[in-house]
């Protein structure tokens, strides 16, 4: 899946403490000790208005709207990252596996992973943990 990423220097530094009071026990769980929500719980697969997902640890926009499509996987997915997000892609070997796992460059959070099986042009599939984001939808006209 491309160049592998790993340049955190705009990382929001918080205490361990801080983060456990700035977010929730499952928010925590999955982006400060790199869990996985169960599939199908995130409302945000079924958000299909127009906006941004951004970061829940930090605020750092991560994808577009016009980037998510239905994988079918039970995770937000995407198939491309918005433009500046510049999410960090590290190689994660754990549970046996070889992935690519996705982090924020903002905050360093555990997002989820990345494949190379997309079923659009990109190629790719970002699937996200939908308890690491918040929506803002775009104002309609």
């Known amino acids: 899946p491309g160049k592998l990423r790993r ?46 997902y951004s970061c829940k640890g930090c605020g750092t926009v991560l994808f ?26 590290v190689i994660d070997r754990s549970h046996g596996m070889v992935r690519i796992e996705v982090r924020c460059s903002g905050c360093d959070g555990h997002l989820g992973h990345v494949f190379p099986d997309g079923p659009t042009e990109t190629g790719m599939r970002y699937c996200i943990n939908g308890v690491c984001l918040t929506f803002q939808s775009k104002p309609t006209s």
């Open 64 to 89: 577009q709207s016009e980037a998510k499509f239905n994988a079918g996987c039970g995770w937000p997915s995407f198939d491309r990252e918005a433009p500046d997000a510049n999410i960090e892609q």
């Open 7 to 52: 340049s955190i220097s705009r990382v929001m530094k918080l205490t361990p403490d801080e983060w456990r009071a700035k977010l929730s026990e499952e928010e925590h769980r999955v982006m400060r000790e790199s869990g996985t929500e169960r599939p199908h719980t995130s409302k945000l697969n079924a958000e299909w208005r127009d906006g941004e």
